[in-house]
């Protein structure tokens, strides 16, 4: 896991280093109050490690006298390694950034297979774009377009449960898209670009709305009640609230039955949407199982019909 000869250091050392490396990966820069406020050491023993840093990876770092913080230096390389599991918990719930070595399970554990993990370095240039607040020049693979050029202007990163996008803006379109990581090639940050109002997260008006689903058991269900025990349901429906920006992810992915009528058949429907309104204005309904914006009654046919299309489109942010 190590290069140059860091194993002969202490444990504790050794993790506050792989702090510095990953903050430096994937946030771009990195600081002594880092350190001091993760570890509770004192400024001293801070500039200590960024200097053991500094001998172990010389190439690796700039240092910035004006806002005193350390960037990672344009050839920067990775001092220690780590898993896609690993980086994306940590950027996407603030847990395991400090965690050095390998990950193995308390008890026996399996999960489900991802295909399509993606690629540490494209995940590095990403978060550091989000992390900063810089204007990404991709190239992005479409299904509907193939592969064009683009600016984008990313915000966040989302976890669909079946692929990890960007969400960001995108001049060519002018509007907010999700695009899937593993489809972007050929990142070039555009440090000294400008971007205007319309194109930060405060102007993402599907990100900043918050849309509540009130879910309940399917009424076709010969046990709701195991339903309800389940999901911790109280009075018989669980109220969650999410982005409008993920609700036709979310509600793809736990197969709630959207139509106005349940009408939609099959044992992977537990869960009924009873407040279908709520869904008004939100983008990716494409992706909602059943629901039809035009229609308050699905008949069981277009139903399946419209379930097809969101099969195929799952995950299609294009």
Same mark, same amino acid.
């Given at each position: ?35 001091? &406020?993760?570890? %509770? ?5 801070? @500039?200590?490690? +960024? ?11 700039? =240092?910035? @006298?004006?806002?005193?913080? =350390? ?6 390389? !990775? ?11 940590? +950027? ?15 008890? !026996? @554990?399996? @999960?489900?297979?991802? +295909? ?14 989000? =992390?900063?607040?810089? !204007? ?23 976890? &669909? ?46 990100? &900043? ?7 309940? !058991? ?13 999901? %911790? ?21 736990? &197969? ?23 869904? =008004? ?26 379930? %097809? ?5 799952? %995950?299609?942010?294009?």
């Amino acid at each position: 896991m190590l290069r140059n000869g860091l194993k002969d250091i202490s444990q504790a050392q050794r993790e506050r280093l792989f702090h510095i490396d990953f903050k430096l990966r994937f946030l771009g820069e990195v600081s002594r109050a880092d350190l001091v &406020n993760r570890f %509770g050491i004192k400024a001293a023993a801070a @500039t200590r490690d +960024l200097s053991l840093y500094k001998e172990a990876a010389p190439g690796n770092l700039e =240092y910035d @006298t004006k806002a005193k913080i =350390y960037n990672a230096a344009t050839g920067y390389s !990775p001092l220690f390694t780590c898993s896609q599991n690993q980086a994306l918990s940590a +950027l996407s719930q603030g847990l395991g950034d400090d965690y050095l070595g390998t990950h193995q399970a308390l008890i !026996p @554990t399996d @999960t489900p297979t991802q +295909l399509n993990l993606p690629h540490l370095d494209k995940i590095s240039a990403v978060s550091r774009a989000v =992390y900063r607040g810089i !204007p990404l020049q991709i190239d992005y693979r479409s299904l509907s377009s193939g592969v064009t050029q683009r600016e984008i202007v990313p915000h966040a990163l989302v976890d &669909n449960g079946l692929r990890w996008h960007v969400r960001a803006y995108d001049r060519l379109r002018d509007k907010f898209s999700d695009f899937v990581i593993n489809r972007i090639s050929d990142v070039c940050p555009l440090v000294d670009a400008k971007f205007g109002s319309k194109e930060t997260k405060d102007a993402d008006i599907q990100w &900043n709305r918050i849309v509540e689903m009130h879910l309940v !058991p399917h009424p076709k269900l010969t046990h709701p009640e195991t339903i309800e025990y389940e999901y %911790g349901m109280q009075g018989g429906h669980l109220s969650v609230q999410v982005r409008a920006a993920v609700a036709g992810y979310v509600l793809r992915r736990w &197969n709630v039955d959207c139509s106005a009528e349940h009408s939609l058949e099959g044992p992977e429907y537990h869960l009924w949407l009873s407040n279908q309104p709520t869904l =008004y204005g939100v983008e990716n309904l494409n992706l909602a199982p059943g629901y039809d914006s035009s229609a308050t009654n699905l008949s069981a046919g277009r139903a399946r019909r419209t379930m %097809g299309k969101t099969t195929r489109d799952w %995950g299609d942010v294009e």
